[in-house]
């Protein structure tokens, strides 16, 4: 058989998929700002013929059932509250975040690594009070050295994020895609301008 069998009954198969529902708490917060918290147009109708959701905007397009028309969901509020977490994972990505995605060294942005500030061949652990990103260049001109040694030092002191630090830190870095219909709920409690 030619192609993919399930495209032939679809007639724009890859025109729908383009359509992400912004996900926001009962509070009318989104979920999560970096990633964004979206889910693709199928997760989202579903959620709301389920009522687990509300629908707060939709898309121009249409989706079609034999019996039923929906709009695309752009924005949706869950019903239930979910509580944000308070501890934040360890992890690279949110290494990365804390650290606004540049080297801790010398500022700059692009293919990042971590370092540990105390080496491990020193004694150093694996912690959010040892660990920064950093660049390749940077990371192997301090090797095994202390920031004294290297004659290095950190644009700011480690420390571990609260989950509301990346939340802040992640609204800095808005996706390459914003739906005009997200945006109230993204900014919603930034300073409003004076005129």
Request: net charge positive; aromatic share 12%.
């Amino acid at each position: 058989m030619d192609g993919d069998f399930r495209t032939e009954f679809v007639r724009e198969p890859g025109a729908l998929k383009h359509h992400p529902a912004l996900v926001l708490n009962a509070d009318y917060r989104p979920l999560s700002y970096y990633p964004l918290s979206l889910w693709p147009w199928q997760e989202a109708i579903k959620a709301a013929w389920l009522d687990r959701v509300d629908i707060v905007a939709e898309y121009d397009e249409v989706v079609r059932s034999p019996s039923t028309e929906i709009r695309i969901p752009s924005v949706v509020v869950l019903k239930d509250y979910v509580k944000p977490r308070k501890r934040v994972a360890f992890t690279r990505f949110n290494l990365f975040l804390r650290d606004e995605f540049r080297c801790q060294y010398c500022g700059s942005r692009g293919d990042l690594t971590f370092d540990h500030v105390v080496p491990r061949a020193a004694g150093g652990v694996t912690s959010w009070q040892n660990v920064v990103a950093a660049c390749s260049p940077c990371n192997l001109r301090k090797g095994s050295k202390s920031l004294r040694q290297a004659g290095m030092s950190l644009r700011k002191p480690p420390r571990q994020p609260d989950a509301e630090m990346l939340q802040n830190i992640g609204r800095k870095f808005p996706p390459n895609h914003l739906h005009e219909s997200w945006i109230d709920f993204l900014y919603w409690d930034a300073e409003l301008d004076a005129q």
